[in-house]
């Protein structure tokens, strides 16, 4: 009787270590969804045609600039998000707004979820994050993509 409760009981760990195993792979799978996401090789296509409209990009960490990017500091902090907010109020609530930070994996990074929130909470309907899953280092400067000039 003990051996058969004891075999249950393994079977039930598990199955419950296999399920939280799954659902921490599928969190990391999809931090955000594709059209929440602007590619790199999207968003330099465009800084790089010069009879496409630019959308406004905004650096919301404390990494380096890309090309064309305004940085408005970190968006975890008031000042930052009050910077981000002053920035963007020049735009159309439909236009597309692209932030980034890159400090950091998606998942650890402190800045991008406060940005996209606020401006979703101001009505901006089409904000996109730069697909910058691991950094600004790995996905960005790695690929031969280039930062602004200083």
């Not at 009879?51 to 408005?72: E, L």
């Not at 991008?112 to 691991?134: C, D, F, S, W």
């Amino acid at each position: 009787m003990k051996k058969h409760l004891l075999i249950l009981l393994s079977f039930f760990c598990l199955i419950a270590l296999s399920g939280a195993a799954n659902a921490q792979s599928l969190g990391k799978l999809e931090i955000w969804k594709k059209n929440q996401v602007i590619e790199p090789s999207t968003l330099m296509a465009l800084i790089k045609n010069k009879k496409s409209a630019k959308p406004p990009i905004y650096n919301i960490g404390f990494v380096s600039n890309i090309p064309g990017a305004i940085s408005v500091g970190s968006a975890n902090t008031t000042k930052g998000l009050a910077s981000l907010k002053n920035a963007v109020k020049s735009h159309a609530k439909t236009s597309t707004v692209v932030i980034y930070c890159g400090c950091c994996p998606f998942e650890h990074c402190p800045n991008v979820r406060p940005a996209y929130n606020l401006l979703k909470e101001m009505g901006y309907k089409n904000t996109l994050i730069l697909n910058l899953p691991t950094s600004l280092k790995a996905d960005w400067i790695d690929k031969g993509y280039p930062l602004a000039a200083k």
